[in-house]
């Protein structure tokens, strides 16, 4: 058959149904096309009925050329010349899989610009007739340093004829953002012609992340933007848990069995309510746990599950609510895991990470089980 568009594949399977007789043989072979290829490399013999993992990324693309197509054959032999194996053609399909995670970029269905500002200068901030706004200004928004690394993203803003921001994209992905970051906004309230950026009034732009970063206070808010959403692909949540009465807790411990191969991560936070808090439980924040275990923690192979152990920083958990209570402890709680992968840093392999046996334990006490 022919693709209808551009397919990644990280895994692949060919579904089918063969009948054989004796002294009777079928074997299949694929061409695949690296995904920065333009040409399939050579016949690889491979298993029906089987997943095969690709080492790196191949690609099927869209219109299909006869040197860079994804190609399967199926091979017969047979020692008897009055017999062969069967295929049913109506029964057999290809299956490709591609692994939906990133690295901690971000793209532009994270970004959210809910006031367009006034008095922008379109020369200098970008051309209202460029339908592509990434070619926009990149000194008007400011995106903070990533969590991990030092790959910061930029972002570019696009003005409309009349001095408002009408678009604002992703210029430079980044990576490493495991919590929200902020977005600075340049100058503004200006229009000095020496400024980078002149306008009348600025624009505020924002960032979905996965929640907050607890690192120096743990004290958080009921910030809207850590509840929901995120920019990391690859996420799991919990369903809510509930404490019995007079069993609330005040901290929280994570521990999990994982397939961490190197150049991927797993990361963990937790979204609490207290008993006394009236606010509703989907609009706290989740808030980023740290890693106790060592860091250079990585699994050797599919088969070796590492065990992960994941603490809440000072271990203790205490929030500010929307209204400005303070609270101590909570009563109900939910956990989120994201997974992480870095493709270059996997040059030779495609390594998922998996997790098994995932338990948290809530604590009557500060740091103790």
Same mark, same amino acid.
């Given at each position: 058959g022919n693709a209808s568009s551009n397919t990644i594949i990280d895994t692949f399977k060919v579904a089918t149904e063969i009948i054989s007789f004796a002294n009777t043989y079928t074997h299949f072979d694929y061409y695949a096309t690296d995904l920065a290829g333009s040409e399939k490399g050579s016949?690889?013999?491979?298993k029906e009925n089987k997943n095969i993992d690709f080492k790196t990324q191949k690609q099927i693309t869209y219109p299909q050329a006869a040197n860079n197509s994804f190609t399967i054959n199926a091979y017969f032999e047979s020692a008897n010349t009055l017999i062969s194996p069967i295929l049913d053609n109506q029964r057999t399909g290809v299956i490709t899989v591609e692994n939906v995670i990133n690295d901690g970029s971000l793209s532009n269905s994270d970004i959210v610009l809910s006031n367009t500002g006034a008095g922008y200068f379109g020369a200098e901030v970008g051309n209202s007739t460029n339908p592509v706004a990434s070619e926009g200004n990149t000194s008007v928004f400011v995106v903070s340093a990533p969590d991990i690394g030092a790959n910061t993203a930029t972002i570019a803003a696009n003005v409309h004829a009349n001095g408002i921001i009408n678009q604002v994209a992703v210029k430079?992905? &980044?990576? &490493?953002?495991?919590?929200?970051?902020?977005v600075t906004v340049v100058d503004g309230g200006t229009v000095d012609p020496g400024d980078a950026v002149r306008s009348s009034a600025s624009a505020v732009v924002s960032i979905v992340g996965e929640g907050a970063n607890n690192t120096v206070n743990v004290q958080t808010t009921n910030v809207a933007s850590f509840s929901s959403g995120g920019n990391l692909k690859a996420r799991y949540v919990s369903r809510r848990v509930t404490l019995e009465e007079g069993f609330d807790a005040m901290d929280l411990r994570l521990y999990m069995d994982a397939y961490k191969p190197r150049g991927s991560n797993i990361h963990a936070y937790y979204k609490v309510l207290s008993s006394d808090?009236?606010?509703?439980?989907d609009e706290k924040p989740w808030v980023l746990m740290y890693q106790k275990t060592a860091d250079t923690t990585y699994s050797i192979n599919e088969n070796d599950f590492k065990r992960f152990q994941f603490n809440t920083f000072a271990d203790k958990i205490t929030y500010v609510s929307g209204g400005g209570a303070n609270y101590q402890n909570f009563r109900t709680f939910a956990i989120k895991l994201v997974m992480t992968l870095d493709r270059v840093a996997q040059d030779s392999f495609i390594g998922i990470p998996k997790v098994i046996n995932l338990r948290a334990i809530a604590l009557d006490s500060e740091g103790t089980p």
């Open positions: 016949n690889i013999r491979f430079h992905a &980044g990576s &490493g953002y495991i919590s929200t970051p902020t808090d009236s606010e509703p439980f």
